[in-house]
């Protein structure tokens, strides 16, 4: 038995792929991005974060 069949549930191998549209006259987007901006009381706070060293 492989090491895949092993680690990942039956029902997650037996999915089959799912349509994915394409993206004519669309914006896309990466998981990570977002199309809205922060609130304005987020704002100071996000920069803050940002010059702060770790």
């Not at 492989?2 to 549930?9: N, P």
């Not at 089959?16 to 006259?25: H, L």
Request: proline share 13%; aromatic share 8%; glycine share 0%.
């Amino acid at each position: 038995m492989s090491i895949l069949r092993q680690t990942v549930r039956n029902s997650v191998l037996a999915a089959s792929a799912y349509p994915v549209a394409e993206p004519e006259n669309m914006v896309k987007l990466d998981a990570m991005e977002n199309p809205y901006e922060l609130p304005n009381p987020c704002v100071p706070l996000w920069h803050n974060a940002w010059r702060t060293p770790a």
